[in-house]
């Protein structure tokens, strides 16, 4: 068990909840920060101490507005003590072909996927260089690496993500604070299992590896980057797509 405190964002969803996971084995004290009009903490919660869970803390907050990520940091530090590892991991979809997109699709992802980075993280990020111990861990996507038609404003906001991490690496790399991103390529969320059968298969077999990626993936590498043998990883994206794009 450690003192350490972990701020995971849209910790309700699949990624979400195996990031969760991850770091609860790791005897991190975990707080699931999710969105008060969509998701339900009380069910979420039941499901975790179903499985021997107990000890999630839960902050509500709307990540794309800025005076709420700011009091949602600030119930957290409150519950749990001062944020050691966050993970921006909130994120929505609108996918359209950008001749129909509208400007409120492009507006609620943006919102959403990116200007939350911002908003969270500088709530925490000073605090963690004057300690002089952070980790940053930002959920970008396979898409935000190598684009996907029907999703400008989803590759986008996920790209811009990866400018941010590398340049906000720059800044905290003498202070003990690093700064990565993970792009997952499809990984095997109940969003995505409830895709129709052929529709699925479709995807999977335009993957090299021939599967989706599992949830625990994803939160076994949160968990090695939030640990102290990933000291040295900073500024990194960390692709984990089963061969689909390769650089």
């Excluded at 021997?52 to 530090?77: K, Q």
């Excluded at 993957?207 to 990626?213: A, H, V």
Aim: aromatic share 8%.
């Amino acid at each position: 068990m450690t003192n350490r405190v972990a701020l995971v964002t849209g910790a309700m969803g699949g990624l979400g909840t195996a990031i969760c996971r991850a770091f609860a084995k790791d005897g991190y004290k975990v707080v699931a920060a999710y969105h008060p009009e969509l998701d339900k903490p009380e069910e979420w919660l039941a499901e975790m101490r179903a499985d021997g869970f107990n000890d999630f803390i839960t902050v509500a907050a709307d990540v794309s507005d800025y005076e709420s990520s700011r009091a949602m940091v600030a119930e957290a530090e409150a519950k749990a003590g001062p944020i050691d590892i966050l993970v921006n991991n909130a994120g929505i979809t609108r996918d359209r072909f950008f001749p129909k997109m509208g400007r409120d699709m492009w507006d609620a992802v943006m919102s959403t996927n990116l200007n939350s980075v911002f908003n969270v993280t500088q709530q925490v990020s000073s605090k963690m260089a004057a300690r002089g111990w952070g980790r940053i861990i930002n959920i970008s996507s396979v898409n935000g690496v190598k684009g996907q038609a029907g999703q400008t404003n989803y590759s986008a906001a996920k790209a811009g993500i990866l400018g941010f991490t590398k340049a906000l690496a720059q800044e905290l790399v003498t202070k003990g604070v690093t700064v990565n991103a993970i792009a997952p390529g499809y990984i095997s969320t109940k969003m995505v299992m409830a895709i129709r059968d052929d529709v699925r298969q479709g995807i999977i077999d335009g993957i090299p590896m021939k599967r989706f990626g599992k949830p625990e993936e994803i939160g076994a590498l949160c968990s090695y980057l939030s640990s102290d043998l990933a000291g040295y990883m900073t500024g990194a994206t960390l692709n984990i797509n089963g061969g689909l794009h390769m650089y």
